[in-house]
């Protein structure tokens, strides 16, 4: 309700480091392209040799920043780098995104997945924006920590006993 303290927790890591600004802060509009989901990506590391037709046309940001999205997060087993199956997942189930380093977590652990976005899940996949989505991601992990009272965190129970009581249940029943 108070807004966010990501972008001044951005601006603190980056006065501490002032080296880290060039690859973990904002990579600035002109580098957050979204192509239609129909059109693939040519060679290269960039998009300097992308079609800017197919650019999607989206409103411009409020601010230069990060933003915080709440939803269903897709876990797949390999990396997605096709937008029409980003469209089919958005559409079937929802997704607001795709990731898979957390893919099976939640079956073995209870936890809260928080995901930096660095991408739009399609063939222009880059590494430019991974940085910032790590640091925005450490951000809203701080804030978070930051308003959950600690007599709250000292009740949880630590990852590795909510693991092994997982896997102990689960082996009670036969495969």
Not at 107 to 126: F, M, Q, T, W
Not at 135 to 150: D, F, M, N, Q
């Amino acid at each position: 309700m108070e807004g966010t303290r990501i972008t001044e927790y951005l601006f603190e890591m980056l006065d501490n480091f002032p080296h880290m600004g060039r690859t973990y802060g904002y990579q600035g509009e002109h580098h957050d392209q979204l192509f239609d989901a129909n059109y693939k990506h040519p060679r290269g590391d960039d998009c300097r040799r992308c079609d800017s037709s197919r650019v999607v046309e989206r409103p411009p940001p409020e601010h230069d920043g990060s933003e915080i999205w709440y939803g269903t997060i897709g876990s797949a087993n390999k990396v997605v780098k096709d937008g029409r199956i980003r469209d089919m997942l958005r559409d079937d189930i929802g997704a607001l995104c795709v990731e898979m380093e957390a893919a099976g977590l939640m079956e073995e652990l209870p936890c809260l997945v928080i995901r930096g976005i660095c991408d739009y899940a399609d063939s222009h996949k880059n590494k430019r924006w991974q940085p910032y989505a790590a640091a925005t991601a450490a951000g809203y992990a701080k804030e978070l920590l930051s308003v959950i009272p600690a007599q709250e965190v000292t009740r949880m129970s630590r990852a590795a006993e909510s693991l092994h009581a997982s896997r102990k249940s689960s082996s009670q029943f036969p495969q």
